[in-house]
C-alpha cells in the first residue's frame, strides 16, 4: 500500500493550496480517509475527514469554514482544499487511510502518506 501526498509549498497567510494524495494497492473505494498535519513542536492532529464514499466528511475546528475535503474513487485520490491560510496552518500534512469506523484519532488509521509540507509566511 502506498500514499502519495503533494502539493505542498509556500503561500503568503490568506492564500490557497490544493494537497493531493494517491492511493495504490488498496481498494480505495472501501477506505475512509483523512488528512492530518504536524506542526513545528506540536502533535500530529486532525483536520479532515471523508467516509469511504464521500457522501459524510468531518472538519477539525480549525478547518472548519476554510478547509473542504474530496475525494475521486475512480481516481484513487483524495484532496485537501485550503484557503484562507494563515501561519498558523504551517505544518506537515499527511493522508491517511482507515478500513475501521471512521474516527479522528490517528491511532485508527492504517496507512500514512509519506507528508507534504505547507508553510504559510506572514
Known amino acids: 500500500v502506498q500514499l502519495q501526498a503533494y502539493g505542498g509549498g509556500l503561500v503568503q497567510a490568506g492564500g490557497s493550496l490544493r494537497l493531493s494524495c494517491v492511493a495504490s494497492?488498496?481498494?480505495?473505494?472501501?477506505?475512509?480517509m483523512a488528512w492530518f498535519r504536524q506542526g513545528p513542536g506540536k502533535k500530529r492532529e486532525f483536520v479532515a475527514g471523508s467516509r469511504w464514499s464521500g457522501g459524510k466528511t468531518y472538519y477539525s475546528d480549525s478547518g472548519k469554514g476554510r478547509f473542504n475535503i474530496s475525494r475521486d474513487n475512480a481516481k484513487n485520490t483524495v484532496y485537501l482544499q485550503m484557503s484562507s491560510l494563515e501561519p498558523e496552518d504551517t505544518a506537515v500534512y499527511y493522508c491517511?487511510?482507515?478500513?475501521?469506523?471512521?474516527?479522528?484519532?490517528?491511532?485508527?488509521?492504517?496507512?500514512w502518506g509519506q507528508g507534504t509540507l505547507v508553510t504559510v509566511s506572514s
Open positions: 491517511a487511510a482507515s478500513s475501521m469506523y471512521f474516527n479522528t484519532d490517528p491511532v485508527s488509521f492504517d496507512y
Open positions: 494497492g488498496l481498494t480505495f473505494s472501501t477506505y475512509n
